[in-house]
């Protein structure tokens, strides 16, 4: 099923000043990370399993403030033998790598994030306070997989809001328009949010987090890094190498 599929383990030529920029704003965009003829290959799949996984049926007005604002879909790759190819695909990884400036990465979980029509916003958060991991070498890539405009209620990030603990006043960085296969990274600590879906379009998108390999598994001092332990990282202790049975390495530079 998978040797048709569009072959995802080709580095990408990443410029460095977009690793500079990274570096800087925490936040960045790499368009046509995947050609839009490669995300369609693989968006059938997606789809399928994304539907597959899917718990929430209530209409929008009946959820709360997250609920109303995407459907959460965990770990597609467990679903099917393509949307692991996807999540796997070694040139995302390697592109997560390289703008971390680190010689590996392991994959910490996959999100599909769909925005329904009429869907709401997503409010401002870090996301790294969800997670107990002791380094901030981590990464999530955002990708559609439909053409996405404005109005579909797209990322926008403060810049500079990855290398702060405390949080200020920040140039707001929204993302313009994007094509299937474009994608943003941001930093684990980067705040981000998105606006309302203003269209009758579903913005449907995939995102995959890394973090680096060699990582170990930081305090679960909140119920919310016990809960993502217990989730994303079983068995690992405080001091671990996070290294669990979901959490593979996906690129490592000595591979070449
Ligand atoms: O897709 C969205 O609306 C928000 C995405 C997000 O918060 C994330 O990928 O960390």
Redesign the pocket.
Known sequence: MTESLPDLSKPFALRADTVRDFRRDGHVIVHALAAEHEVAAFRPALLEAGEATRHERRPLAERDTYGK??LQMFNLWRHNEVAKAFVFARRFARVAAELMEVSGVRLYHD?A?F?EPGGGA?PW?Q?QFYWPLATTHTI?L?MPLVPVTTDM?L?TFASGSHALGSLGDFARAPTGPLAAGDASF?AGFTL???PPNRTATM?E?M?VIYFEDGARVGPLDHPNRRFDRDVWLRGCEPGDLAAGRLNPVLYTRAAG
Do not use: E
Request: net charge positive; no cysteine.
């Open positions: 604002a995407f999100q994030l925005k997503t958060h996301d999530t955002w209620g990322m941001h981000h949010s998105t913005r998108a995102t």
